[in-house]
């Protein structure tokens, strides 16, 4: 369930200060669930306090991860619809997508790789993202996943040359001046790199 209301209203910044920071749009619902939250953390060190069963406890604390994940998504998205937004309108989009993808909760790994892949298959940009910089996102993809991710290229090449547990293949897109090579080993992505026009 969402906590964003309806509006389009997202982050922004209320004023030029020494360190970043926003007006959450729907602030108080988050602040609400993050005092909930807190309530389950108590309780589960009243569990422990207690010698609870170990799966009791350990359901409480999956329970936890999952309401914090949930609030992860809810700044994300906010982030995504506010300064994200704001940053690709103004082609100012590489730091702002560098400052994300050092984001390292698992619940959002998903969708900054596939923010990454929407990034570097729409070749928008004036100043193309490096794909160096979204290798922890696609590493350890299937080359499936990564081609999900990746858009619609205008070609995909495999080498045939490559044997045994390593492949090789290009990504390609008529109007840039490279392609995107791939590296696989045992069937998942090891390495991305840019690479000469074929």
Not at 165 to 185: C, E, K, M, N, S
Request: with cysteine; glycine share 6%.
């Amino acid at each position: 369930m969402s906590l964003a209301p309806k509006t389009d209203a997202c982050c922004h910044a209320p004023a030029e200060v020494a360190g970043k920071s926003v007006v959450q749009p729907n602030k108080s619902a988050l602040l609400k669930r993050l005092a909930r939250i807190e309530g389950q953390v108590r309780g589960i060190s009243g569990m422990v306090e207690a010698d609870r069963y170990c799966v009791d406890v350990l359901t409480q604390v999956a329970a936890v991860k999952s309401a914090l994940d949930a609030v992860s998504m809810q700044l994300l998205e906010n982030h995504m619809k506010g300064c994200v937004s704001k940053a690709l309108q103004e082609g100012d989009a590489t730091g702002m997508v560098t400052e994300l993808i050092e984001v390292e909760t698992s619940a959002m790994k998903t969708v900054l790789s596939l923010l990454a892949g929407l990034l570097l298959s729409s070749w928008s940009l004036a100043d193309p993202l490096p794909f160096e910089q979204f290798m922890h996102l696609h590493r350890d993809m299937s080359e499936a996943e990564l081609l999900q991710v990746a858009g619609k290229p205008d070609y995909v090449r495999a080498d045939p040359a490559a044997s045994g547990d390593r492949q090789l293949f290009w990504l390609g897109d008529a109007d840039l001046p490279y392609t995107t090579l791939v590296i696989l080993h045992n069937g998942l992505v090891s390495d991305i790199r840019r690479d000469k026009r074929l």
